[in-house]
């Protein structure tokens, strides 16, 4: 990077607003080593540099070997330094912070009346739609201005950007001549930032033409798809904690499909259901999905039907369609309401429209956000989404020591299986998996909290998902078998090999659950018979010939089913001139039913396959 210039001082810049922070400090108190008549010194700083009295956070620091809870002061805390600098500008190099800070100062109105008037105990509040309008913007800012999107786009050159975007983003860069991925970031956030949001919605066209098309469609979606709704702990001694990621977390269903090409999950479709953005620890901003039942307007069977299908639709885009759902499908919180509709039998009916016609939003309409109080269970369940996409933060802020303590001995202690297809706190066989070195952390917390709790957790291959994908797909497919799994159940699980004749031990056939994980085992196969090809090219063909006979015998002692399975996909690269597709997940595209040769192991016959 650029060094400063001369006159440019360095400035810290918050990435979660001061007045956030503020919600959650308590009054430094230094340890008593001074007589208590000692009032002019009292007001000293002490050693650590902090007054008595002065506002201070409770945080868990994570970024060193060990965890530990400190104190750390609001103006040092969820920021970084020159975070929004553009060191290329000429002049104002600090001007992306000061517009930010503006709407922080705006959007600090808004949740401040929120906040006294939810102390006040008021069971609801009013705001207007403008407030609500600028409400979301800074709600999607505040995900897109995280150290999430600064590691994605913080690079001086168009070399170091390697998201799956990448030739969009590369395209884009060209045709409006920017140099830097971070130029592109910083021009979409100003963009945001100056964008009106008018009632008639043409900022969305706006949007579209004034910042990356990827991103901007990402911000119509997050302000236009889900609903706001404030939500507090019914408990008297429950609190939200603040992780250093918390604006950028959101509940929804994550497809990670394994790639056999390179042995890894890679990053797939997701879903957010809800997003979170904490206030304090007694209240929480969630964005609903609007794909999500809503008893009110389901009672619209038109409506209803299309919420059906849109969530299917969704759903198709994931490896476990089947299977995808909301954890907080149950979550108790419905639509603001407002000064244009009113409830007719339970359904919203306009009040200025009585011939059905669509209505024009205007910008004095009002909205009602009750506050809905959730139950522990609740409560514990949005803390533990949140720890567990932590694992690589370095700091989490809470209020109160005893409110920590037990949603961490919660998170900890909680079962890894929470549903038929979501696991939590899985960690990798990998020396030091990010996600088992953080819940060792955590452990260190709670005890320096006074608690002794460990964590419970599952160690999951590859090969584990692949497994439980499979029991999942069992339990739908058709009672029927096609006739190729007919073939594929016959096989069973060990082939001796004597000479050239191959007899199959049916001791275990296969079955669905098995399928993905022989699938993947196959598919490994392929892979390493090509890459040996590769390696001994140039090596006389009667050595090529041995290494090939000796890999032969080797897959030869595998599982009947899994060879059977290699030996459609080598057929199915010779036939078409690729090599298939064995992402799982992807169109099954090594599973047509090409019957031949190779099927002749079913009978425990004896096919050539030193010739494949």
Known sequence: MALPSDNTKSQYHHFVPRFILRNFVHPFKPQSD??????????????????????????????????EVVEAPVSKT???????????????QHELEEKLSKLECRVGEIIGNIRKAFEAGKKDIWITRPERDVLRKFLFIMKYRGLLFHKR????????????????LMKYMREKGFKRPLD?????????????????????DWLLNHAYPDDANWFIAHSQMMYLALCTPSGKNDEFLLTENAYGIFEGPVSMPFNADTNQLEPGPYTEFHCFSVISPKLIMVLRSFILPDPEEDADEEIRTWRCKMFELNAAQHTDP??????????????????????????????????????????????????????MQHTDMINSIMLEQSAEISKIIFKTPQAARKTLETYLQMPCELSE?????????????PA????KKLEQVV??????????????????????????????????????????????????????????????????????????????MLNMRIKIDVWSNGLREDIRGEIREQLRIIFCQLPARRLWIYLKQVKYMLLKGKKPDTTVGSELNALIPMFGEEDTIVNGKCAQLATW
């Not at 969820?78 to 104002?92: E, H, K, Q």
Request: include cysteine; hydrophobic fraction near 35%.
């Open 34 to 67: 001074a007589p208590k008549d000692a009032s002019k010194r009292s007001r000293r700083k002490k050693k650590d540099g902090y007054y008595p009295g002065e506002p201070m956070l409770h945080t868990i620091n994570l970024a060193g070997n060990t965890a």
């Open 78 to 92: 969820l920021g970084m330094t020159d975070m929004y600098r553009d060191f290329a500008a000429a002049t104002n």
């Open 153 to 168: 786009f913080f690079h001086e050159s168009r070399e170091g950007y390697s998201c799956d975007d990448k030739e969009r």
């Open 184 to 204: 592109v970031w910083f021009d979409n956030i100003k963009a945001m930032l100056e964008m009106k949001m008018d009632p008639e919605r043409k900022w969305m």
């Open 322 to 375: 089947l299977n995808v759902n909301s954890i907080l499908r149950d979550l108790p919180i419905t639509k603001a309401r407002n000064s244009y509709t009113k409830l007719v039998n339970g359904r919203p009916v306009s009040v200025d429209k009585e011939d059905g016609s669509p209505r024009i939003p205007k910008s004095y309409d009002k909205f009602c956000f009750r506050f809905f109080p959730l139950s």
């Open 421 to 433: 297809n979501l696991f939590f706190k899985n960690v990798g066989p990998a020396p030091g998996d």
């Open 436 to 439: 088992l070195v953080f819940l």
């Open 447 to 524: 005890k320096q909290l006074g608690s002794n709790v460990t964590a419970i957790y599952h160690e999951q291959m590859p090969e584990d998902m692949l497994e439980a994908f499979g029991r999942r797909v069992a339990d739908k497919i058709p009672k029927e078998p096609t006739e190729y799994m007919k073939l594929y159940q016959t096989l069973g699980d060990i082939l001796n090999c004597d000479g050239m004749k191959i007899c199959a031990y049916r001791s275990e056939g296969g079955n669905v659950e098995r399928l993905f994980k022989d699938m993947d085992q196959a598919a490994k």
